[in-house]
């Protein structure tokens, strides 16, 4: 920062993650309207424009929205079957949602800011917000499994296929790892979007420097189209490794 | 530095507001409720109806798919009906043309037959009449011989007795 006086550069790339209330300055409450409201509701507006709305025509010839919308479909169903198995359809509307919400949320949280429009704030950013999806994730399949297979789910942990004296071992790693897994499902959703939202508002600050300006924008542009590919495919990431989860919830045995 | 200072406070003094635990129900109330709306939302309009539309178009085209196919086959049916109508034909007509070429060649025959029993006919007569004729010829050539065999007698001077005239050209034909 070796230009940093008053109003010269200012690196501030995490002020775009702060939780503030939307009207007034007080404190945040659980159920205080916040920038985190605006754009999950927006997120639902969009997901409901795009698969209800948009797909309202039935038609046999889609137009552009269905075909859209047919396409995300297609794309988690095809996901679910392929990776959980036949009888992993049934959840198949709970990871639609996981997916659709996680898509939507980082493609909005990367719309520029607009006039007096407040800056577009990326909820799954957030470890809190993505720690309950693994969370949810984590028990869901967890229960499911031992409602399934009763004790027969800890097989999970037991490598049949290993040398029995190594089996033990292995039944150790097995279970940490299991619980290790809401824990990296979160911080690799919130981390991707964190790590690539600061890096945009980093090289920002430098557009403020003449004669850095038009590498700093090139550099935004780079980082903004990284970004557009990592939203979609942090999303996926999260969906599939949550039907990977499925799986093993409804095939513990190896 | 920067005069917004509810930001400034906000920035400074956590670092990282992901780690801000204060904002933590405030997320996490919004997300269920969102999670949950959109969850509503897919799974009582928006997944049944696009799984529909889905459903109507992969109907759609193996429908038609199959009426091609059906369509394809009574093509083929006419086109099988049309060569069997067509080998039909082609066998009657043989047939009609090897019973006729049989009618001619019966009908030829006959005439054959009647024309070879004149011709027999016809030649049995002309042999016999070319008998006849040798018979007479034959006949002639003795009275011929008779006659000038006693002319010959009588030029000889000699007193020709007819009956042993005759008796001696008729030694003379036998022999």
């Not at chain 2, 009618?103 to 049995?124: F, G, N, P, R, Y």
Request: with cysteine; proline share 4%.
């Amino acid at each position: 920062m070796a230009e940093s006086k008053d109003g010269g550069l200012v690196f501030k790339p995490m002020d775009q993650f702060l939780v503030k209330p939307l009207f007034g300055d007080g404190p945040v409450g659980m159920l205080t309207i916040t920038n985190v409201t605006l754009w999950m509701f927006l997120t639902v507006v969009v997901v409901v424009l795009l698969l209800v709305v948009g797909a309202r025509g039935r038609n046999l010839v889609p137009t552009r929205m269905q075909s859209v919308a047919e396409l995300l479909y297609g794309f988690v169903y095809k996901m679910v079957e392929d990776v959980a198995g036949k009888d992993g359809v049934k959840y198949f509307p709970y990871i639609m949602t996981l997916f659709i919400f996680i898509l939507v949320a980082n493609f909005l949280g990367l719309l520029p800011k607009f006039g007096p429009l407040p800056s577009a704030f990326t909820v799954t950013s957030h470890i809190a917000v993505t720690a309950v999806m693994a969370m949810m994730v984590f028990l869901g399949v967890t229960i499911l499994g031992f409602v399934k297979h009763g004790a027969g789910f800890l097989s999970l942990f037991w490598i049949s296929s290993a040398p029995l004296a190594i089996r033990p071992i292995l039944a150790v790693i097995e279970v940490i790892s299991y619980f290790v897994r809401p824990v990296s499902h979160s911080i690799r959703l919130a981390g991707n979007m964190m790590a690539g939202h600061a890096v945009i508002k980093v090289f920002a600050a430098f557009a403020a420097v003449y004669w850095i300006a038009p590498l700093s924008i090139a550099a935004i542009t780079a980082v903004y189209a990284l970004e557009v590919l990592v939203s979609f495919i942090q999303a996926y990431v999260f969906a599939i490794l949550t039907c990977v989860y499925l799986k093993d919830a409804l095939h513990p045995h190896h | 530095m920067a005069t917004d200072t509810g930001v400034e406070k906000a920035a400074s003094s956590g670092g990282m507001p992901q780690l801000d635990i204060t904002t933590f129900p405030n997320q996490i109330f919004w997300l269920l409720l969102a999670l949950v709306v959109i969850y509503l939302v897919l799974s009582r309009v928006a997944l049944p109806r696009i799984g529909g539309a889905l459903a109507d178009r992969t109907n759609a085209i193996t429908g038609d798919l199959a009426a091609a196919e059906e369509l394809k086959q009574k093509a083929q049916d006419a086109e099988a009906a049309y060569e069997k109508a067509l080998a039909d034909a082609r066998a009657e007509a043989q047939g009609i043309s090897a019973k006729m070429k049989e009618d001619v060649q019966k009908q030829l025959d006959v005439e054959m037959a009647k024309a070879d029993a004149e011709i027999s006919a016809k030649s049995a007569e002309a042999q016999a009449k070319l008998a006849e004729i040798r018979d007479n010829a034959l006949a002639s050539v003795n009275d011929v011989a008779t006659d000038v065999a006693g002319d010959i007698v009588a030029a000889m001077g000699g007193k020709a007795d007819a009956k042993a005239v005759k008796a001696a050209v008729a030694s003379r034909m036998k022999g």
